[in-house]
């Protein structure tokens, strides 16, 4: 590799020969193989010893670039936490997020 990609001068640096390894296909995870998988543990996420608030943080972290996993998230977070006002807040105002952006993406432009 280090010949190839000429990284170093120092001919050891990566001598590995990887002609053995067999030349098999990685599969791919889509965006619904890994919200499915997501969907599948959040409900043993309290489990994990992450508290309602890390939940709502790391929703909060995502609501701009990933708001349906924000959404998610926040729904984690109501369950371990269902009389919190801040994460009630946060799930309702994401739900109107998601649905305002799932209506624009259903919207077609007029031809």
Do not use: C
């Not at 990685?26 to 309290?46: F, H, K, M």
């Not at 990933?66 to 269902?82: V, W, Y």
Request: hydrophobic share 40%; proline share 8%.
């Amino acid at each position: 590799m280090n010949a190839r990609l000429k990284i170093s001068p120092l001919p050891g640096l990566f001598d590995e020969d990887f002609d053995d390894y067999p030349e098999t296909e990685t599969p791919v995870w889509d965006l619904s193989a890994a919200e499915a998988g997501l969907d599948a543990i959040l409900p043993r996420i309290a489990a994990t010893g992450l508290s309602a608030d890390d939940l709502r943080d790391a929703a909060l972290g995502l609501r701009s670039s990933r708001p349906g996993l924000a959404l998610r998230l926040a729904r984690a977070a109501q369950t371990q936490r269902p009389t919190g006002h801040a994460i009630r807040r946060l799930v309702e105002t994401l739900e109107r997020e998601v649905g305002l952006q799932a209506g624009a993406k259903a919207v077609k432009p007029a031809p």
